[in-house]
């Protein structure tokens, strides 16, 4: 199955976006090779703008310009949002800006860059920004149906994107909103998003060959979440997981909890990571490290 990385996409969806709305622009913080926004910068010289490594600044010059009616995209790595987080919290959610974020090498599979690198928090901090929207696109297609999106909505919009290449489904029915049930299923549930759409296509198959029968749901947009799909399958199966390349801890297993409170009765897991950082290595071996390969998510749904 061919691959490619999102963050590529991403790149590349904003060189079609550029092309039909003059309006938009990018802004990034001296990682254009990295965030693939260079694409972008050799089409529109006079639509990129290279702010250096002065995220802050970066952010407060979007929000400007989104005044003027422009559309501006800010990119740099989903570690960095912490460092202009003020920015985005009071200068564009708060007032309710139309700024975009593209902020990619976000999880463990970042590699050998190590923990100080790898964004695990990135969806917990834009969740909880009132007025934001959130996507954490699966895959090349779904990236490019997310940045066109983007582009529409009329506020502030998160798009977590990542650095390692992952497979190119079909492309699906996109609505901002909405989970994509890629897997119908009555034994038990797996809820998901982003590259580990890949890991838990595995996990199915491995639970399969155990005689199960599982449901497998991806969630590209985490923010508005479809609330109603999870509640769905959570009644069906009885039995619910969630898989995320983030910590545990406000991604989208509270999401998905968060959804479920009061509703039923039914088991819950979350799978990710468990209130730590990453550490360096080799984005397989961090995937082991931390249980989330395909066969380890299958093994501990099968031992739950």
Do not use: W
Not at 134 to 151: G, H, L, M, T, Y
Not at 166 to 189: A, C
């Amino acid at each position: 199955m061919e691959k490619k990385a999102i963050r590529v996409a991403y790149g590349e969806s904003l060189v079609k976006l550029g092309a039909e709305n003059d309006k938009i622009v990018v802004l990034d913080a001296d990682l254009a090779q990295a965030t693939m926004t260079n694409g972008f910068k050799a089409a529109y010289p006079s639509r990129f703008y290279d702010c250096g490594i002065a995220e802050a600044n970066m952010v407060d010059m979007a929000a400007g310009m989104s005044t003027m009616g422009l559309i501006p995209f800010c990119s740099t790595f989903a570690v960095f949002a912490g460092r202009c987080y003020d920015q985005i919290r009071n200068g564009v959610c708060y007032p309710k800006f139309n700024v975009k974020f593209g902020f990619s090498h976000a999880g463990i599979t970042l590699g050998e860059d190590g923990g100080s690198h790898q964004a695990v928090e990135d969806i917990a901090l834009m969740r909880v920004l009132p007025n934001m929207t959130v996507f954490v696109p699966s895959d090349a297609n779904e990236c490019e149906q997310c940045v066109r999106a983007a582009a529409e909505i009329n506020g502030p919009v998160f798009i977590r994107t990542a650095r390692l290449p992952s497979p190119i489904y079909d492309p699906r029915p996109f609505e901002v909103g909405k989970g994509t049930v890629i897997r119908d299923g009555s034994d038990l549930v797996i809820f998901t998003c982003g590259i580990m759409l890949e890991h838990t296509l595995d996990a199915v198959e491995a639970l399969k060959a155990k005689g199960l029968n599982p449901a497998l749901v991806s969630f590209h947009t985490l923010k508005p979440f479809d609330e109603d799909l999870a509640r769905f399958y959570a009644a069906k199966c009885g039995k619910v997981f969630t898989v995320e390349e983030h910590s545990i801890i406000g991604g989208l297993g509270d999401a998905v909890a968060s959804a479920l409170c009061g509703t039923g009765s039914f088991t819950f897991r979350k799978i990710g990571l468990n209130d730590e950082f990453g550490q360096s290595g080799k984005p397989a071996d961090l995937l082991r490290e931390y249980h989330l390969t395909g066969e380890q998510i299958a093994d501990t749904i099968l031992h739950t």
